[in-house]
């Protein structure tokens, strides 16, 4: 078990919850949801995001059309379908969930350790 | 100095350095790899695939000439390796089991399965087969290969049904090189295949080392011809077999089977695998870390895309826990379309090499041959060459300048193209001026016209022919027997020798010493009834022309003249035909009227004359000049030589009543014929019809003789004879050595 498997696997987990997220405001193109999420400081590969958005639409969480670029190939820009709109919202209710009960788990732990760590000495 | 090449990303053109297309094209095979078990992969790698032509059409509107490797590091960083992706499938983590490690096979799993045997998908000419073989044993596939091949030549094609069981019964898979080193055919360095510097290569020795090799019995060869004559190189009679003979054949043969077995080095990869750059296993796990810190060598980055295979193998399925038989099972019906392909292509390979090289060989040789032959027949110092005979029969400026475009045009262009190919082929240089071939072209045309026009203007003079008939005074001798002989013609003539031969027959046409005339010999000896009590004889002459005027003036200049003395009549050996009047065909025919009563004998020396016969065709399917000759007159005139005949009322008769056995003559020499005979008396009649469908050539060597049949078919018998056959004088043959060459069918032609 190391750290740096953990966290991947901790990053996953919010990973689609991220992206819908950022689709949801609008139609997106990938290397713009990457960006974004670059500034947000959370790095994702394009050989990640890629997969997981084919996944998603398989899934017919979201749908994409073709737009023409200048210079480069056509572009596919996502945009989220109704269900992937309830698809977020669920996931959107088990994220504030999860968010409250590590956030009450680890505040609670930190405060143990710092309660206990005096009393042991 | 890199190569830049073109390739169609994506609907795009992408000028690109060779090695990053190397590079790209690794990436995303390893993609490829890596989604193989995804549903959605082909677009998950189009989409990839867009994104990075999107990049590099980014980086050339920036102003780069071409995609380099540092363009594609840099797209591949931001798109990153298999090994970086978060190996999660986020969605699929629902679909699978989720027990997480529930598997320890990783993917190096897949190189330790030694215990059995496979046939390696991934590298193959046939089935993959050898390649196997080669993986269980670990070693080279080529060595597996070339060992086959020998097995199955020297086996009698045993290797082929035992190949074709193991590929049937051996079950596929995709399996790595595990040699650090392999054995490629080098392109970039190469006289024929490029076997001979893959060698070198493989070995790491100088290239010369097996090109010399290869190349001995040809050097040796060549001296061996050179100094063959020469006395005190007769010692070494075994030496030079045992190089000519069994070493030599076998190198080649060796040449021709790596050509065929050993796969060309083609991509940046495989040239570094061939000169052993490429990393083993052992080593790509290293490279792959050394990836990870960064630390890139060029060498590295072909071994680490194996590596991020490896690792991404063993994530996935460590990860996610499934089996793995069941995904290879996936992967390897995934890849049965190209590994078809592949087969497809390795066999027409082997048969393409095969033919290539067989071709190339027998090109060679005949190039050789012809160019030989052609230089020695035109250009001969000591003998007399066809360049001599023209004047012969040519006249004027037009014939002399057309007969030269044809000989150099026609026959010399296609050859000095065949050696100017032959050298290209093997210095590898490539030429970029197609004027060279049209420049060929025209001139070969040029010398097919003259060839025709030529060949009209000649057999024009062949047209007519017409005889003049010329009287012989002859005494009658005071015995009643005449005796025909021949004797040497008027002035000094000389043999041209064209092929060291001792045949007697072979020496005409012969030249006088001012080279100025030529004696030729188309003369036929007839023997006649008298019809009265005295001997008699006429000359028949003949010639031909454009014209019968010329042609009968032609005939009128043919000199022979014809001696008596006492009994004895004698004839010249041929008579002379001047650079003046030309050959047009000229025969004489000497008529020897024998009345009833006395007797004749012709000597053999004038076996020694030949007759045929040219003439002009204007009608019918073979227009042109044909040459006819006719050996077999002597026995249309039904008479032997040697033989003392006496002349009947009803025809002639041998005077010793023997029988005139022709059919014997097949089988036997003529110097023993007498020996022969079957004793039942005279059987020949002068009237009896004797259908001419076969002409027979005796070749009379010291120990054996060699009969060849030519019937009016062309089609050739050789019937060697035996001691246990009809003639008990012949001695017994040591050894029967004789080799035909298409000389003898050149000469059966005149």
């Known amino acids: 078990m190391n750290i740096e498997n953990t966290q991947s696997q901790m990053r996953k987990g919010v990973l689609e919850f991220c992206i819908l997220s950022i689709i949801r405001r609008g139609e997106a193109y990938p290397s713009d ?89 | 100095m890199k190569k830049v090449i073109n390739i169609n990303f994506q609907g795009r053109v992408i000028p690109i350095e ?40 980014e980086d050339l509107k920036k102003g780069s000439a071409c995609i380099t490797d540092q363009h594609v590091e840099t797209v591949i960083k931001g798109i990153g390796r298999p090994e970086d992706f978060d190996s999660e499938g986020a969605a699929e983590a629902g679909a699978t089991s989720g027990a997480s490690g529930s598997s320890s096979t990783s993917y190096t799993a897949q190189e330790e399965p030694r215990g ?41 094609g045993s290797g082929i049904p035992l190949y074709i069981i193991l590929w049937i019964v051996l079950p596929a898979k995709g399996m790595q090189a595990n040699m650090r080193r392999r054995l490629y055919r080098n392109p970039e360095s190469k006289v024929i295949g490029g076997v001979a510097s893959g060698i070198s290569a493989y070995f790491n020795i100088p290239v010369w080392v097996p090109r010399v090799i290869f190349a001995l019995p040809l050097i040796l060869g060549v001296f061996h011809s050179i100094f063959r004559n020469v006395w005190f190189f007769g010692n070494f009679d075994g030496f030079p077999d045992f190089i000519f003979g069994g070493f030599g054949g076998t190198l080649f043969l060796i040449y021709v089977i790596l050509w065929m077995v050993i796969p060309e080095a083609r991509t940046a990869s495989e040239k570094l695998e061939m000169r052993g750059e490429k990393i083993d296993l052992e080593s790509i796990k290293n490279s792959v870390q050394e990836e990870l810190q960064g630390v890139k060598g060029r060498a590295e980055k072909f071994g680490s895309e194996f590596g991020e295979k490896a690792k991404a193998w063993g994530e996935e399925v460590g990860q996610w826990g499934k089996d793995v038989s069941n995904q290879s099972a996936k992967v390897y019906s995934s890849e049965i379309g190209p590994a078809a392909r592949r ?19 027998i090109a060679g040789i005949i190039v050789f041959a012809i160019f030989i032959a052609f230089t020695a027949v035109l250009f001969s110092g000591l003998g007399y060459g066809v360049y001599d005979l023209k004047n012969y029969v040519l006249e004027g400026f037009w014939q002399n300048f057309l007969a030269f475009n044809t000989i150099v045009l026609l026959f010399g262009i296609p050859i000095i193209a065949a050696v100017v190919w032959i050298i290209r082929r093997m210095t590898g240089a490539r030429s970029n001026n197609s004027y060279l071939g049209w420049t060929f072209g025209s001139l070969w045309t040029i010398g097919l016209i003259s060839a025709v026009f030529l060949g009209a203007i000649i057999t024009r003079q062949f047209k007519r022919v017409e005889s003049v008939q010329e009287e012989i005074q002859l005494t009658n001798p005071s015995n009643g027997k005449l005796a025909v002989n021949v004797m040497p013609a008027d002035g000094r003539f000389y043999s041209m020798i064209w092929f060291d031969e001792d045949n007697e027959h072979e020496k005409f046409p012969k030249l006088s010493a001012d080279e100025d005339s030529m004696l030729i010999n188309t003369i036929r000896v007839k023997v006649e009834r008298s019809d009265d009590s005295g001997y008699h004889a006429y000359l028949l002459k003949f010639a031909r022309a454009n014209t019968p005027t010329e042609a009968e003036a032609n005939a009128e200049k043919i000199s022979f003249p014809v001696s008596q003395k006492d009994s004895v009549l004698y004839l010249p050996e041929g008579f002379a035909i001047t650079k003046q009047n030309k050959f047009r065909n000229q025969q004489v025919m000497v008529v020897i009227e024998v009345p009833v009563g006395k007797q004749i004998r012709l000597d053999n020396r004038t076996d020694e004359f030949d007759w045929f016969t040219v003439s002009a065709r204007y009608r019918g399917r073979e227009r042109g000049l044909s040459i006819d000759s006719d050996d077999d007159w002597r026995r249309d005139y039904g008479y032997r030589t040697d033989v003392w005949y006496t002349m009947t009322a009803t025809g002639m008769e041998r005077t010793d009543k023997k029988s005139d056995d022709w059919n014997a003559d097949e089988n ?83």
Request: proline residues 2%.
């Open chain 1, 33 to 121: 949801i990457i960006e974004e999420m670059k500034k947000a400081n959370l790095h994702i590969l394009e050989g990640t995001l890629y997969p997981l958005l084919t996944r998603l639409k398989n899934a017919d969480f979201l749908t994409y059309r073709w737009v023409e670029s200048t210079g480069g190939p056509p572009r596919k820009y996502f945009s989220l379908t109704d269900k992937g709109a309830d698809f977020y919202k669920e996931l959107e209710a088990t994220w504030q969930e999860m968010a409250n009960a590590v956030q009450m788990i680890t505040q609670n732990g930190y405060h143990t350790v710092e309660e206990i760590q005096p009393t042991n000495q």
């Open chain 2, 668 to 750: 036997q020499d003529e110097n023993n014929n007498e020996n022969k005979g079957n004793n039942d008396g005279y059987r020949y009649k002068k009237d009896k019809e004797i259908k001419i469908d076969t002409v027979d050539i005796k070749l009379k060597g010291k120990d054996t003789t060699v009969n060849i049949r030519l019937n009016t078919m062309l089609d050739r018998k050789v019937q060697k004879e035996s001691d246990e056959e009809e003639s008990p004088v012949r001695k017994k043959g040591a050894y029967v050595y004789h080799m035909i060459s298409i000389f003898d069918l050149m000469r059966i032609g005149k």
């Open chain 2, 18 to 57: 060779e090695s990053a297309y190397e590079i790209l094209q690794h990436y995303t095979d390893s993609l490829r790899k890596y989604f193989a078990k995804e549903e959605g992969r082909d677009e998950i790698i189009n989409d990839i695939e867009n994104r990075i032509a999107e990049l590099f059409t």
């Open chain 2, 343 to 361: 087969a497809g292509n390795g066999f027409a390979h082997a048969i393409g090499v095969l033919f290539k090289a067989f071709f190339l060989f």
């Open chain 2, 116 to 156: 059995s045997l496979f046939r390696n998908e991934n590298d193959k000419v046939l089935g993959g087969v050898c390649s196997g073989l080669a993986y269980y044993l670990k070693i080279d596939p080529a060595i597996v290969r070339v060992l086959f091949a020998l097995v199955t030549l020297g086996g009698f």
